[in-house]
Each structure stands twice: as structure tokens, then as C-alpha cells.
């Protein structure tokens, strides 16, 4: 069963508006709805930086998970929600059975097997500045959930709420009330940057992520390994990049010849023939 927010002064399309301050920003406006014996918020504040939502999970034992997310990452997850109806992902009723006929559908699809917390049934990817968004459609013998996972490449920090497959369509409701009521002049892209890319490889993450600053544009190459919580950053104008490139393909290919059957041979037949 699910409840929202309502009769409260100021409720205008279920979305209250509030004058709360805090150290995190003004509060703006507060959307609250009840699934199952979790309460999920949606507060709208506002800082110099600009507006964000806090979203926040707090389950009856009192036990809370939050989580931050810009306008424009709001809008993104939105599209994101939009399109697992369109496909048909949420429409199912949160049965097992169903859940498992999802699940054996979508299988092949799925890259990153099962876990403690479900497997998943479709996974989406949202980058924004130093924060990844991570939104999983998952299964498990409870039934199908969401899950939002923010982690920030800075501190190594990752946050997530769970939302029940009934939920979801409520949850979006919600985003979709905010976003049209407050987030006009604040969900614009900067379409002036190439977007972020990112692998990962040996346990380690590595993120690149362009950026502009009053020296001109650079590239901000992080290589994080999380089960320590090690992070080094390094940062390239855009004019060095291209001997950057060319000094990584040069070694690559040196490392190819070296480590070829008979590489080490002919490289030292080369050295020799330098030195005569």
C-alpha cells in the first residue's frame, strides 16, 4: 500500500511548498509518498550553486539512506523511468512469477550476473560532474526494485535507495511534478563540454571527464580504487592530449613487440644495431 503527501497549506499538485533553511540549502518544496513500511522524500532545496533534490529512504526502524541529485540529473532519471515503462519493464504486477518471467527475458542482457542484492534487469548510467548515478532494475525472491546508487569519484562515497516495483511509477509521478513546477532555467546542458566516458579495469575505476576553467579547457583523468578508497587525479590542457596520445600508443605498441614470442630477441638486434 502507498501513501503521499497531501492537505497541507501550500500543497499544490502534491508537491509542498516549504521555507525551511539549513546548512544543505533552502528548502523549496517537499514530496513525501509511503510504499510498503518505507517512506521516501523528495526535498527540493536551493544553494548558491543552484537547485538539487535530496532524495531520502527511511525505513521504520528509522534507519535512512539519502542521496543528492542537480535538476538536470532529476530530468535524466526521469527520461530514464519513462523509458523502462515505454519497454514495458514496470508494468508488470510484483509477483514472482512475473518478476521471473522478466528476469528470464532479459537475461542475456545482463552483464553483471547476480549479486546479494538481485540480479539485474536493466541497468542505466547517468555522469554528472564528479557523481555516477547508477539505476538498476533489479530482481530478487522479494520481487523486482529499483535502485539508485550514487557514487562520487572524489571521495569514493556511494549512496543508494530502494524503491519497490510499485513504487516506481509514483516515484516518477513525483520527479515529473518538480521538474515541470520548479526546474525551468536549471536542467539546461552544458552542451559546450564532449561528455564524460569511464571503464573499469584490475579493481580500479577510471573516469575522464572534460571541464572549462578561466585557463581554457582540460581534461581531468581520475583513476579510483575503491575497495581502498585510493583516488589520483591528473589534469591535461586540450593542446597536450595529442602527445599524450601519441607517447600511450608508442608504448603500447613497444610493449606488443617486447612481449611477442620473439619480441625481446629482435628488440635487442635493434638496440645493438643502434649502438654500432
Known amino acids: 500500500m502507498s501513501s503521499s503527501s497531501g492537505s497541507v497549506k501550500g500543497d499544490r499538485n502534491g508537491v509542498v511548498r516549504a521555507d525551511a533553511g ?39 526502524s528509522g534507519r535512512k539512506n539519502r542521496l543528492f541529485m542537480t535538476m538536470l540529473v ?17 508494468a508488470c504486477v510484483p509477483s514472482r512469477f512475473c518478476a521471473f518471467i522478466i528476469f528470464f527475458l532479459n ?16 541497468t542505466e548510467t547517468i555522469i554528472n560532474d564528479r557523481r555516477r548515478y547508477y539505476i538498476d532494475l533489479r530482481e530478487n525472491l522479494r520481487g523486482i526494485f529499483l535502485r539508485v546508487t550514487q557514487f562520487d569519484i572524489q571521495t569514493g562515497n556511494r549512496n543508494s535507495v530502494a524503491l519497490p516495483l510499485q513504487g516506481i511509477s509514483q516515484f516518477r509521478d513525483a520527479l515529473k511534478e518538480i521538474i515541470d513546477e520548479f ?24 573516469f575522464f571527464d572534460p571541464g572549462h576553467n578561466s585557463r581554457g579547457d ?22 597536450a592530449i595529442p602527445q599524450f596520445t601519441q607517447i600511450l600508443n608508442k608504448l603500447h605498441q613497444d610493449f606488443q613487440t617486447l612481449r611477442a614470442p620473439d619480441g625481446a630477441e629482435k628488440a635487442t638486434k635493434e638496440l645493438a644495431k643502434m649502438e654500432i
Request: proline share 3%; glycine share 10%.
Open 22 to 60: 539549513g546548512r544543505q540549502g533552502e528548502e523549496i518544496a517537499s514530496k513525501s509518498f509511503m510504499i510498503q513500511s518505507k517512506r521516501f522524500y523528495l526535498d527540493l532545496k536551493q544553494n548558491n550553486r543552484g537547485r538539487f533534490v535530496k532524495l531520502a529512504e527511511v525505513a521504520l
Open 74 to 90: 532529476c530530468k535524466n532519471l526521469k527520461d530514464i523511468l519513462d523509458k523502462l515503462e515505454k519497454d514495458g519493464h514496470t
Open 107 to 122: 537475461s542475456e542482457d545482463t552483464t553483471e550476473g547476480k549479486d546479494n542484492t538481485g540480479g539485474v534487469i536493466h
Open 218 to 239: 582540460f581534461l581531468k583523468i581520475t583513476e579510483l580504487k575503491p575497495s581502498v578508497g585510493v583516488r589520483n587525479t591528473i589534469a591535461l590542457s586540450i593542446g
Open 183 to 206: 526546474g525551468e532555467g536549471y536542467i539546461e546542458e552544458n552542451t559546450d563540454l564532449p561528455p564524460s566516458h569511464n571503464f573499469r579495469t584490475d579493481g580500479k575505476n577510471f
